[in-house]
């Protein structure tokens, strides 16, 4: 069996011993691209246990929180958990542990949200937030949307106002000025979404362009960019005599570890995982 064959064989044989652990479900009858992705899908979606990370609340949510107690009481909770790098995946919705079921709201706009209830109940409301690998933004507290509210125009006029656009994936476009069209309906900006239709952004006379966002497929872009570097990794290994011996899954930063013997030696490669949390660099290549 020739290098390549024993990679993927060896990554899917791991990847779907994780999802059986975790009790993920995922189509089992895929191919190996459509397994990487449902991997990337449930680990992003997943909140990162990264502990001593900074609370950083909206202007927004410090207003609610200075004239409701009850309220700061739960976001203090939650910050603690945060902070200790405690798992919160009681706190998600339960299509985290489906692989396959995108999240529009992350795969848009990298927003994630926890139901707020201390004995893990369903609640009327959620927090949404941002993550980064230092610190976690607090975008809002809102009552349980659908549909359309999920893709709210208030949550992106929310980090304008607070300068957070940037850890979603918009930047400040410098050559168009202005927008014709302006998308500022919820409705719109749903249905653009639920099409896997990137769009441009207009807020108080600034125009933002996403460098993420979702692919046409629907899967997060940079799940998607992230196969075509590992196809060129693949390229890069078979134009050198080598054998493969091992892999294994690693952690949230390093996709995982090929363990291969170059003439006598034997070495290891650690392959990056996707971009998790922001777009300061929109393509993370493979050293």
Request: glycine content about 6%; overall charge negative; some cysteine.
């Amino acid at each position: 069996m020739f290098f390549e064959e024993k990679l993927k064989t060896a990554i899917s044989t791991e990847i779907k011993s994780y999802f059986d652990l975790h009790g993920i479900s995922y189509d089992n009858s895929g191919t190996f691209e459509d397994l990487i992705l449902a991997f990337f899908n449930f680990k992003d979606k997943a909140i990162s246990s990264k502990p001593n990370r900074d609370i950083i609340p909206s202007k927004e949510i410090q207003e609610k929180l200075d004239c409701n107690p009850d309220l700061k009481e739960l976001v203090d909770f939650f910050s603690e958990k945060i902070q200790k790098g405690e798992e919160l995946t009681g706190w998600q919705s339960k299509t985290l542990f489906d692989a396959d079921k995108p999240d529009r709201l992350f795969n848009h706009w990298n927003i994630k949200h926890l139901h707020m209830s201390k004995d893990k109940t369903r609640s009327n409301n959620i927090l949404l937030f941002i993550e980064t690998t230092t610190s976690v933004y607090l975008v809002d507290i809102v009552n349980h949307p659908s549909g359309s509210g999920w893709t709210a125009f208030d949550f992106l006029k929310t980090l304008h106002n607070n300068g957070w656009l940037e850890f979603i994936g918009f930047f400040p476009n410098l050559v168009i000025v202005g927008l014709k069209h302006k998308v500022t309906n919820d409705d719109d900006i749903y249905h653009c979404y639920k099409n896997n239709i990137n769009i441009l952004f207009e807020i108080e006379g600034v125009i933002y362009m996403p460098l993420g966002g979702s692919a046409s497929s629907g899967n997060k872009l940079s799940h998607s960019e992230w196969l075509m570097q590992f196809e060129r990794l693949l390229d890069n290994f078979l134009k050198i005599d080598v054998e493969f011996i091992s892999f294994e899954l690693d952690s949230d930063d390093c996709f995982g570890k090929i363990k291969y013997r170059s003439g006598n030696e034997e070495l290891f490669y650690q392959i990056p995982g996707p971009s998790r949390v922001l777009y300061k660099v929109p393509n993370q290549d493979f050293q």
